[in-house]
């Protein structure tokens, strides 16, 4: 139970960095891009280098912003104890993983079940078109 607790607030913690830094380089390109505009009045000749530009940025900002959205939901699960467990086997996914993979919903075993599972079924598709070099009655 201890453990659970010391647990959560770790993973509170790391997913508030995360949240901090994601914030602040959101807040600082919305500022950044106040003072563009600014600048950009009058300069119509690198105008479309400036929109490739910014739509590269805005991109990445919508990026960034849907993690900021994704990490608040990863905080309200962990306030519900959902934050953590796997999805298929209910296990704790370990703190390790969920700092690579903050939104991991998978231990790691069971990811790489569901990936075998995957490449199996390619498998069976590939059996079942008619050409394999590999036919089922070899196994046989
Ligand atoms: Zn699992």
Redesign the pocket.
Known sequence: MTDTIIRNEDLRYMLGERRHELQSAVQSRLSDARTDQHKMIGDELEHSDADTQEGLELSLLEMRAETLTRIDEALVRLDAGMYGS??????EIPQRRLQALPFAV??Q??EQRRELAKGHARLNAQHHSGFSLFPDVVRL
């Not at 796997?86 to 296990?91: K, L, Q, T």
């Open positions: 796997c999805y298929e086997c209910n296990s998978r231990c075993a069971c």
